[in-house]
């Protein structure tokens, strides 16, 4: 499956803004689906994921941030309120080819570029 992110852009912190990731060559459904995110000088870490039992969050983004996908668009997005100078990263989705949403980077197999996010204070 081949993914792109898109949807990135500079915020004022307070604000929002909604990430989509295409999918192509594969259903976003069959897959366990993940958003990870690297600010700079830091490792690649876990946002939220998604599968058929529901859906996870990182403790940062609890109640902020909402994983979505939508099947008939074969699309996969990413809600993000409230935004946080902290939340400045690079974002990318990902699929996993086993059902179950995973926390590790290494646990996915297929990856979009990423999309920038900067939320400016």
């Known amino acids: 499956v081949q993914l792109q992110a898109s949807g990135g852009g500079l915020v004022q912190a307070g604000g929002s803004l909604r990430l989509s990731c295409a999918a192509s060559?594969?259903?976003?459904?069959?897959?366990?689906m993940g958003w990870f995110r690297q600010a700079p000088g830091k490792e690649r870490e876990f946002v939220a994921g998604?599968?058929?039992?529901?859906?996870y969050y990182a403790d940062s983004v609890q109640g902020r941030f909402t994983i979505s996908r939508d099947n008939a668009k074969n699309t996969l997005y990413l809600q993000m309120n409230s935004l946080k100078p902290e939340d400045t990263a690079v974002y990318s989705c990902?699929?996993?080819?086993?059902?179950?949403?995973?926390?590790?980077?290494?646990?996915?197999?297929?990856w979009g570029q990423g999309t920038e996010v900067t939320v400016s204070s």
């Open positions: 998604i599968n058929w039992s529901g859906s």
């Open positions: 060559g594969g259903t976003v459904s069959s897959y366990a």
């Open positions: 990902a699929a996993r080819s086993s059902p179950f949403v995973s926390r590790r980077v290494t646990d996915y197999d297929y």
